[in-house]
């Protein structure tokens, strides 16, 4: 059976340029970047230029660039190396949005366990936070704002850049966790106007735990592992060398693709979107279905339980999720549609499609031949009444 992976928000397959690159540094690259002798300084080259592929991808200077384990890691450094930076003067307060990445969510639960003052802030039923919601939130003492650029079930993009406006204008940091957006649409710093921006490589082509965050030059940051000086002092522990390497080549290959593939994917999203939507009764689309990145699209499906579901497709070869990654094998509802306002039939009942380089026309023509089949067979066995 030919198995269809549509889950590309969860992660991505490795591009064969990744596997080659990585392949030849893990062979020939294993020295250790912080040494003086050829080795060490092989290996330093080779972080450098993936240095500079990274901050290409998002418009940044290579030095403002630190390479973590991943897109959690990068969101822990920003939330609490900013928290702990601001509290000095006085500032004790952090905002996010209630519709984050766990990566941010437990973490601000952590800090108000500590003595944090935390709010989460409302979206809208289309997914996206009201820039009013964030000016009545701030205050004087609000140390950081925190708002996801796109969403990772939904894929709503947040206006990011008029967020960080209203937050500077209160002195508030901002960050953005970017590892949605990068490699999918145009992630630009300056742009955006934040201060600290996190990625991940596993989500654009890349290997799984490496990642980047990006440090407005001059900000202080408190480091959160403490050690040697790697990374001009903000990220302690020897350089994962074949992983920076790869998230350099996935960066550089992201970068020079993004708009084509961009096109290909959200004409393809929009196909399967509209296809499932008059094929299948009882579907509703979940989110702002302009403002998304391209390859993603969450469908309700009325009637049927989403893990049901998600069992059944993948017994017919076909990879979805169930909102995100991270809580798919619980029956919890996802926490974003949740606070989309949405009642538990819609809340429990969606899927997320996420496509990706991989997939292709055929894909989704088979998909859409199959979803109307397994869905009736489904609801066959529940009594409930369709909703009027
Ligand atoms: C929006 C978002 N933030 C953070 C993460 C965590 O990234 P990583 O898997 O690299 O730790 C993910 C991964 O699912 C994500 O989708």
């Known amino acids: 059976m030919e198995r269809i992976y549509l889950d590309h928000n969860a992660t991505t397959p490795l591009s064969p340029a990744v596997i080659d690159r990585m392949t030849t540094a893990l062979a020939r690259e294993w020295g250790n970047p912080s040494s003086v002798h050829h080795f060490g300084q092989q290996a330093k080259a080779s972080i450098d230029e993936a240095r500079s592929a990274v901050a290409a991808l998002i418009s940044a200077e290579p030095t403002e660039v630190v390479f973590t384990s991943g897109g959690t890691e990068s969101d822990n450094l920003a939330i609490r190396g900013a928290a702990d930076a601001q509290a000095i003067a006085g500032r004790r307060h952090l905002i996010a949005s209630g519709i984050e990445h766990e990566a941010v969510l437990t973490t601000l639960k952590a800090l108000a ?12 039923e289309t997914g996206i936070v009201d820039p009013e919601r964030l000016r009545e939130a701030l205050t004087d003492r609000t140390a950081l704002v925190s708002v996801m650029h796109a969403n990772n079930e939904i894929g709503t993009v947040q206006p990011v850049a008029q967020l960080a406006r209203l937050a500077h204008d209160r002195g508030a940091l901002f960050h953005t966790d970017a590892v949605q957006t990068a490699g999918k649409i145009s992630v630009d710093v300056q742009a955006l106007g934040v201060d600290l921006l996190s990625i991940s490589a596993h989500k654009f082509s890349g290997p799984k735990g490496i990642g980047a965050i990006w440090i407005r030059r001059g900000l202080r940051l408190v480091p959160q592992l403490t050690g040697g000086k790697h990374e001009r002092n903000r990220r302690a522990g020897t350089e994962n060398v074949p ?12 970068l020079t693709t993004m708009e084509a593939e961009g096109q290909r994917l959200s004409a393809l999203r929009d196909r399967l979107e509209n296809a499932v939507l008059a094929a299948v009764p009882g579907t509703i689309v979940n989110g702002a279905r302009e403002l998304r990145v391209p390859n993603t699209t969450n469908i309700s499906f009325d009637r049927v339980e989403a893990e049901s579901l998600l069992i059944a497709l993948d017994l017919e070869g076909f990879a979805v999720s169930t909102g995100s990654a991270c809580s798919s094998g619980t029956l919890e509802p996802s926490h974003v549609l949740k606070a989309m306002g949405f009642p538990a039939h819609r809340t429990q009942n969606s899927i997320r499609f996420s496509l990706g380089k ?28 369709a909703r009027a």
């Open 113 to 124: 366990r500590r003595g944090w003052d935390v709010t989460l802030l409302p979206v809208d």
């Open 243 to 254: 992983g920076i390497i790869g998230m350099g080549v996935a960066a550089h290959e992201a």
């Open 358 to 385: 991989v997939n292709t026309d055929e894909h989704v023509t088979k998909l859409v031949a199959t979803l109307p089949t397994v869905v009736d067979k489904l609801r066959s066995l529940t009594r409930t009444p």
